[in-house]
């Protein structure tokens, strides 16, 4: 076993201690005071292993892509690798959703009574409820939004407004929605590798993304359409600064403003367009240009809204005193603001711990080369 391979096997069994740490301490702080709100912490989950309609086809799907998705992936033209990774993880999702069966799993699932298709009837008159979306966020506000919609921008329910608008509506076909819009999100990361580092890369990272553990939770949830509009944006700023190109800037831009306006907690995504501006400071660089269409299409959502009406600040200010009035109060914030961390291991899948383990590894040698470089200059010119 190689030393990478052993760090990596560290870096792994320092998540599963993570986790199992924030599911011993979120028991004993459940038991002892049933302030977690949760009944499997870390997660908002119940521990009921059983099988479905679903059941067989995530296992065939799981060992054909285990056993032929690497050799595909570095065989497949890379125009063809893209959909086919992307059928993968939708085959991946649909399957586990389907475990609890169509109902259940996919289309009731968005119809619950936090969800957004409970608004979809608030929306006939579009503006109208945009201007007054902040006057129902409050827990005490007459005709409170459902939690979902409270708790997010107006752009998350205005969409499956649109789909109902267009003959789309129903639950089942939001389900559809999320999970095929989500899946693609797995063929942005490719992109994105592909774009700021090697081809050879992101081909190995393929079978690890159509098997992702996030499955369990994008199917079926709104929070896999937020994913995919965000790793777009993502997608698109590295190939603009990569090939230098004014129109994936501007496409970049409108899809950075749109997650916005998706979800509040996505604004952090703008660290992870901070990183793709660093990595292809060169084309930044070579072409400083490329920020206006960037900032153009990053205004054009946020102005939309705002004409229309929607103080994204303000209500995201309400949206806090409405989490306070809720468990939110209540919930100990000096567990989950680790918790989240074992969440996130548990989300994501040992295979990404261990690539951040590599990035880290990467990034902390390439600073000590660039150190040691600026140590021997000066020697040298002596």
Do not use: K
């Not at 586990?96 to 298709?117: K, M, S």
């Not at 409170?144 to 509506?169: E, K, Q």
């Amino acid at each position: 076993m190689s030393r990478s391979t052993r760090r990596d096997l560290y870096a792994v069994g320092a998540a599963v201690l993570l986790v199992t740490a924030a599911a011993l301490a979120g028991h004993h702080i459940q038991r002892a005071s049933r302030t977690l709100f949760v009944h499997w912490p870390p997660l908002l989950a119940s521990w009921h292993p059983h099988l479905g309609p679903g059941t067989p086809a995530a296992v065939l799907v799981a060992l054909a892509t285990v056993a032929y998705g690497p050799a595909l992936a570095a065989r497949l033209p890379w125009r063809a690798l893209l959909p086919v990774t992307w059928g993968a993880a939708l085959a991946w999702t649909f399957s586990l959703a389907l475990i609890d069966g169509w109902h259940r799993g996919i289309a009731g699932r968005l119809t619950t009574r936090h969800e957004y298709l409970r608004a979809v009837d608030r929306f006939h008159d579009i503006p109208a409820a945009l201007r007054g979306f902040t006057r129902h966020i409050l827990l005490d506000a007459p005709d409170n939004w459902p939690a979902h919609v409270a708790g997010h921008p107006p752009g998350a329910t205005l969409t499956f407004v649109l789909l109902d608008r267009i003959g789309l509506g129903g639950g089942a076909w939001a389900g559809l929605w999320c999970i095929t819009v989500g899946a693609t999100a797995c063929a942005a990361v490719l992109v994105t590798v592909r774009a700021l580092t090697d081809e050879n890369l992101a081909r190995r990272a393929a079978p690890f993304l159509a098997l992702a553990p996030a499955a369990v939770w994008m199917g079926t949830s709104a929070d896999a359409y937020f994913a995919a509009v965000a790793a777009w944006a993502v997608a698109l700023l590295a190939l603009a600064v990569t090939r230098r190109s004014p129109w994936w800037a501007g496409a970049s831009g409108l899809l950075f403003g749109l997650t916005c306006f998706l979800s509040y907690g996505l604004t952090l995504v703008a660290l992870i367009a901070a990183a793709v501006l660093l990595l292809g400071r060169h084309g930044i660089r070579g072409r400083p240009a490329l920020l206006l269409p960037l900032l153009a299409g990053l205004a054009v959502v946020p102005a939309a809204f705002t004409l229309a009406g929607f103080n994204w600040w303000e209500a995201y200010q309400l949206l806090v005193t409405r989490y306070h009035q809720g468990a939110g109060g209540i919930r100990p914030y000096g567990y989950w603001v680790w918790a989240n961390l074992a969440c996130t291991a548990l989300v994501v899948g040992p295979a990404t711990v261990a690539g951040l383990r590599r990035t880290g590894s990467l990034l902390v040698r390439g600073s000590d080369r660039a150190h040691s470089g600026m140590d021997r200059r000066p020697a040298a010119a002596s």
